[in-house]
C-alpha cells in the first residue's frame, strides 16, 4: 500500500508530495516538528504535543497554518487512509517559501507557512522486546544551540551523537554541558538514586518532554518523589536505575553509561523496578486517554 501524506491541505501518494526548494525548512532548518505516538489507531498525549507545538510557534514568531483542532482532523484522516494501527505521525511546520533566499524572514502575509504530515507504522510497538533488555548510552558533549526547549528540526548534532553511540557499540548518547546530563539525543534523561528519580529541571537547556510532564504525572500517583535538578555521569553510573522518555519510545530503560553497567547482584544491568513500574503506568494511563 502506498503511504499517503498531507502537504499543505492536500492528501497526496507519497511518491506526488512536493515541497519547494526554496523551503526555509530546507535551506535554513527554520521549522518546527512534532512526533505523536499512535496506539490501537488512537494519539497519544495529542493534547500535550499541540501546546508545545503552539509555543515552539510563538517563539520563533512563525505563523501556525492550522488549528489544533484542525491538526487533530487533519491527523485521524492520516490514521484511517493508511490504516495505522501502531506508529507515529510526524508533522513539521516551515516558515515557507519564499522565492529568493534571504536570512530576513519574509512577510507571513505573503509567504503562507509550509505544513507537512506522514505516518510511521512501527507494528507492535507498545511491546517493544527491547524494553525488557533495556538500552546503553555513551555520554558526549552537548554541542547544540542554546534554545533546545523550540523543537525544531537543527538535528544534525543529535543524529551525529546517535551515529557516535553505534560507532562506540551502543544504542544511544546522553548529551553533557558544564559536567552535567542534559538530555539523550532524542528523549530526556533519568536516574532513581536513594528512592527518588532524578531528572534535569526544564530550561533553555533541554526540550520539555511531552512524555516527562506525563511519566512525572504518573509518578506521583504512583507516590513516587522526583527530583528536578541536574545529575553528572558519575551519579548516574552509581544509580541504582536509569531511563529515558520519549514520544516513541515511551520510557525506556538504560542499564549501561559509558560500559558501566547499572544496578547490583542479580539486578546487574538489568532494567529496574521503577523504570519497569512507570512504563506499564505510563502506557495504561495514555491509552485510556488516547483520541
Ligand atoms: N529531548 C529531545 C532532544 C528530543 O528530541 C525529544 C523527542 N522529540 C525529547 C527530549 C522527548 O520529547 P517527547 O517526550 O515530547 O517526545
Given at each position: 500500500m502506498t503511504r499517503t501524506v498531507f502537504v499543505n491541505g492536500a492528501y497526496t501518494p507519497e511518491a506526488d508530495a512536493k515541497v519547494s526548494v526554496f523551503d526555509r525548512g530546507f535551506l535554513m532548518a527554520d521549522a518546527v516538528y512534532e512526533v505523536t505516538s499512535v496506539l490501537d489507531g488512537k494519539l497519544i498525549d495529542f493534547d500535550g504535543h499541540m501546546t508545545r507545538l503552539a509555543r515552539s510557534l510563538a517563539e520563533l514568531d512563525m505563523a501556525a497554518p492550522m488549528t489544533a483542532d484542525e491538526i487533530l482532523v487533519m491527523h485521524r484522516e492520516l490514521v484511517a487512509r493508511n490504516g495505522l494501527v501502531d506508529g507515529m505521525i510526524y508533522l513539521q511546520i516551515t516558515r515557507g517559501a519564499p522565492g529568493d533566499r534571504d536570512f530576513v524572514f519574509p512577510d507571513p502575509a505573503e509567504v503562507p507557512s509550509t505544513i507537512v504530515a506522514f505516518t510511521q507504522s512501527k507494528p507492535g510497538m507498545a511491546q517493544s522486546p527491547q524494553a525488557d533488555i533495556g538500552i546503553s548510552v555513551i555520554s558526549i558533549e552537548d554541542?547544540?544551540?542554546?534554545?533546545?526547549?523550540i523543537k525544531t528540526v537543527q538535528l544534525l548534532y543529535p543524529s551525529m551523537g546517535k551515529m557516535m553511540a553505534r560507532k562506540a557499540g551502543a544504542d544511544d548518547a546522553w548529551m553533557v554541558q558544564d559536567g552535567f546530563v542534559t538530555e539523550g539525543t532524542s528523549n530526556n534523561a533519568y536516574i532513581v538514586a536513594n528512592g527518588r528519580i532524578i531528572t534535569r529541571q526544564l530550561g533553555h537547556d533541554i526540550l520539555a518532554g511531552i512524555t516527562r510532564k506525563a511519566v512525572l504525572r504518573v509518578a506521583e500517583m504512583c507516590q513516587l518523589i522526583v527530583e528536578e535538578r541536574a545529575f553528572d555521569i558519575a551519579e548516574a553510573q552509581s544509580a541504582d536505575e536509569a531511563f529515558m522518555t520519549s514520544a516513541s519510545a515511551f520510557v525506556m530503560p538504560v542499564v549501561q553509561i559509558d560500559g558501566v553497567k547499572l544496578g547490583?547482584?542479580?539486578?546487574?544491568g538489568k532494567p529496574g523496578p521503577v523504570a519497569t513500574q512507570l512504563r506499564r503506568v505510563y502506557l495504561e494511563e495514555m491509552r485510556k486517554q488516547a483520541v
Open positions: 554541542q547544540r544551540w542554546a534554545r533546545r526547549d547490583d547482584g542479580a539486578q546487574l
